[in-house]
């Protein structure tokens, strides 16, 4: 599976799906009690998650208006939050707003600073897009409510973890600890083609895409565990959302080799 961000119509989806993301994200929340916490984030309430969210989006469409080169000094950001948290849903509307005007205009393959893999703009609306999609789904998983994920944009979700997750390490510490001796993981997603494979070294971990082989089968790729499901149900896993089990995700092989991962790979 090639990186959906190098895919010239990728950056177009992002910034659609960033609206729409972010439109279901406040239809979840607007009259909810934002006083309810978030299992997906333990010790945050709904208020705290929208609150982060409509930050996130305001703070990356600083960084895109300004075409950074160097890693930014701050992430001090004007929230303009209002004065009575029941305003909070209007406001993330309006946080996702001034993202679409940031990217107005944008030439997502300018080149820019990003803490990832990819150093253009579009890193940034693909960052957005996922950071809000995920939380969209705490607040709903919140709410009691069922989470859909469009399953290609699961498949791209969880390319953008396991592509940017070795870059991590300088806010994500524990990352630095994924480290070995040849040991690999594979990450499938059972209703796409998407298909990752980890390999931990002496010095962390690389990422190898895989996928079907030119006849369009798909190419079997060994690995001392195997995770395995629908995309949407992977992305969760990943993002410590959802644990292995047999109604969701499949697993096969080192058990312990999986459980050193989740510890370590919090993003």
């Not at 969880?158 to 990352?175: C, G, I, Q, R, T």
């Not at 209703?191 to 996928?211: A, H, M, N, Q, S």
């Amino acid at each position: 599976m090639s990186n959906p961000s190098g895919n010239a119509s990728a950056p177009a989806v992002h910034r659609e799906a960033v609206t729409a993301e972010t439109a279901a994200f406040v239809a979840a929340v607007k009259g909810a009690d934002l006083t309810l916490p978030v299992p997906g984030c333990p010790g945050w309430t709904l208020a705290d998650l929208v609150k982060h969210t409509g930050g996130v989006q305001r703070w990356f469409s600083v960084l895109l208006r300004g075409r950074i080169q160097e890693p930014p000094r701050g992430r001090d950001v004007e929230l303009r939050l209002p004065a009575n948290e029941d305003g909070y849903p209007d406001w993330l509307a309006d946080s996702a707003a001034e993202a679409a005007d940031a990217f107005a205009g944008l030439d997502p393959d300018a080149p820019m600073w990003a803490w990832g893999a990819d150093q253009h703009a579009r890193f940034w609306i693909r960052r957005m897009l996922f950071e809000t999609l995920v939380h969209r789904t705490d607040a709903e998983r919140a709410l009691g409510l069922r989470p859909v994920i469009d399953r290609d944009l699961a498949t791209d979700g969880v390319d953008e973890f396991l592509v940017n997750l070795p870059h991590a390490a300088f806010f994500a510490p524990k990352v630095a600890d994924l480290r070995g001796d040849g040991e690999t993981l594979r990450f499938r997603c059972a209703d796409t083609d998407g298909d990752w494979l980890v390999r931990l070294r002496p010095d962390g971990f690389g990422v190898e895409t895989t996928g079907p082989d030119p006849e369009g089968t798909r190419t079997a790729v060994a690995a001392g565990v195997t995770v395995q499901g629908a995309a949407a149900d992977l992305l969760l896993f990943l993002y410590g959302r959802l644990g292995p089990g047999p109604d969701a995700l499949r697993v096969d092989g080192d058990g312990e080799l999986l459980a050193r991962w989740s510890a370590n790979s919090a993003f």
